[in-house]
């Protein structure tokens, strides 16, 4: 299994940016797809999982920004995120569960400057 993450880029602070990121391979079901961040020095943290029904979870201090969604006959996984911040800076990982198993994309960058 492979993910594939696609969209990071340089955005100015209040602008939006979309990720995508796409699992290939042999795949029956993902069960969990998510997002992760880890900005330089800091430790890799959660933005965002949604589950095969639809059912998302969020960090607390990035709801309402950032959103997340699937398309199940995709295996691809999307974050939605406006209003950006310089905090927002960072690594953006996606992840997939499948079978008990973690995935991990490569990761694709993200910075918010003017």
């Known amino acids: 299994v492979q993910l594939q993450a696609f969209g990071g880029g340089l955005v100015q602070p209040g602008g939006s940016l979309r990720l995508s990121c796409a699992a290939s391979?042999?795949?029956?079901?993902?069960?969990?797809m998510g997002w992760y961040r880890q900005a330089p020095g800091k430790q890799r943290d959660l933005v965002a999982v949604v589950r095969r029904d639809g059912t998302t979870g969020y960090a607390s201090s990035l709801k309402g920004r950032f959103t997340i969604s699937r398309d199940n006959a995709k295996n691809t996984v999307y974050l939605q995120m406006n209003s950006l911040k310089p905090d927002d800076t960072a690594v953006y990982y996606c992840?997939?569960?499948?079978?008990?198993?973690?995935?991990w994309g490569k990761g694709t960058q993200v910075t918010v400057s003017s």
């Open positions: 992840n997939a569960v499948i079978s008990s198993m973690n995935y």
């Open positions: 391979g042999t795949i029956f079901s993902i069960n969990v």
